[in-house]
């Protein structure tokens, strides 16, 4: 009974630790929508000021209408980004609602802290499989639950044993016509089950195959882990490496939209290039902020994989 109390008590544990996951990966997806949404903004605002500078470009008869209609075409576009990328947000944000038992209209204001990016370290996945096997509660419940299966063959087979047993009793009766008024008796004795139509002995296998079933299940769930340890640390790597990738990429591509909008003020390029520029500029910016919140998601599941208190880790 103690063994599977224990079982239970890391259950709670397992299901809180899985809550804080579900919960940390909810938090990440709303910043990332929250800055998505600002790069959508950022790209509507930019399209604005290129309409704006080709309405008085063709105002003054230096362009012709298909560059202003261009640029009207683009400025719906990127509207209807923006708009989608809010309905996202709001999603996510009712979904935060939800794991904080708050009525879902509520609004979410979020603040991140920061915390530092750092390269994944090299590690040795053999020993982050025996870490994980050692840490995660799924495993300890089922190592508990085995113990108090063998607990109970122990009980099981007792049945079979003869028991000894002694019973003694004390009666008293007034009697005139009796020598004594009290009596006293002691009774030992042993009592050995014969025949019980095999109950005992039935129990005793079903405890077997439960064991036997429960042994196979927990060599499925710890490749399972082992699987999860392995994917979410190949995550956090690609995470990383795409952050490096993308990080410059924004002012480059910044850079970018300032020498064609130039080009096009001088009559020297073409809207279509501005365009482009803009269209560049916000991919560059959406990969970066993916990128890293990717990596903020998949930091907190390898520290779930590896069995830690996710609550210990953030607080």
């Known amino acids: 009974s103690r063994m599977l109390l224990e079982a239970q008590?890391?259950?709670?544990?397992?299901?809180?630790?899985?809550?804080?996951?579900?919960?940390?990966?909810?938090?990440?997806?709303?910043?990332?929508?929250?800055?998505?949404?600002?790069?959508?903004?950022?790209?509507?605002?930019?399209?604005?000021?290129?309409?704006?500078?080709?309405?008085?470009?063709?105002?003054?008869?230096?362009?012709?209408k298909n560059d202003l209609l261009q640029a009207q075409v683009k400025l719906s576009d990127a509207r209807q980004r923006l708009l989608s990328a809010k309905n996202i947000k709001s999603v996510r944000a009712s979904r935060l609602n939800n794991l904080l038992l708050r009525p879902l209209y509520w609004q979410v204001?979020?603040?991140?802290?920061?915390?530092?990016?750092?390269?994944?370290a090299s590690l040795d996945l053999d020993k982050a499989w025996k870490t994980a096997l050692a840490a995660r509660p799924e495993i300890q419940i089922v190592d508990s639950t085995l113990q108090s299966l063998d607990l109970e063959s122990v009980s099981k087979k007792s049945e079979f044993l003869p028991k000894l047993f002694a019973r003694g009793s004390y009666d008293y009766m007034a009697n005139a016509y009796q020598l004594h008024d009290d009596n006293w008796s002691?009774?030992?004795?042993?009592?050995?089950?014969?025949?019980?139509?095999?109950?005992?002995?039935?129990?005793?296998?079903?405890?077997?195959y439960r064991k036997s079933r429960l042994v196979e299940q927990r060599a499925k769930l710890a490749d399972e882990i082992k699987i999860e340890v392995q994917r979410y640390i190949l995550d956090l790597q690609d995470?990383?490496?795409?952050?490096?990738?993308?990080?410059?990429?924004?002012?480059?591509?910044?850079?970018?939209?300032?020498?064609?909008?130039?080009?096009?003020?001088e009559g020297v390029g073409t809207a279509t290039e501005v365009l482009d520029a803009v269209t560049l500029l916000t991919t560059a910016e959406a990969n970066y902020v993916r990128s890293v919140y990717d990596y903020r998601k998949a930091e907190a599941a390898t520290h779930y994989a590896a069995g830690e208190d996710l609550l210990q880790v953030y607080r």
């Not at 002691?186 to 077997?208: C, M, Q, V, W």
């Not at 995470?239 to 003020?265: C, F, G, H, M, P």
Request: cysteine-free; glycine content about 6%; aromatic content about 6%.
């Open 9 to 64: 008590k890391l259950n709670t544990a397992s299901i809180r630790n899985a809550i804080a996951l579900e919960f940390t990966i909810g938090f990440y997806d709303f910043l990332e929508s929250q800055r998505l949404v600002e790069v959508a903004g950022k790209e509507v605002e930019s399209v604005e000021s290129h309409l704006k500078n080709a309405q008085n470009l063709y105002d003054a008869g230096v362009i012709t």
């Open 109 to 120: 204001h979020a603040i991140e802290q920061q915390r530092e990016i750092s390269a994944p």
């Open 186 to 208: 002691l009774i030992l004795g042993i009592d050995i089950n014969l025949f019980e139509g095999g109950s005992s002995l039935a129990d005793l296998k079903k405890t077997k």
């Open 239 to 265: 995470a990383y490496e795409r952050i490096q990738v993308t990080r410059d990429a924004a002012s480059q591509a910044q850079e970018n939209l300032r020498i064609n909008k130039a080009r096009y003020d």
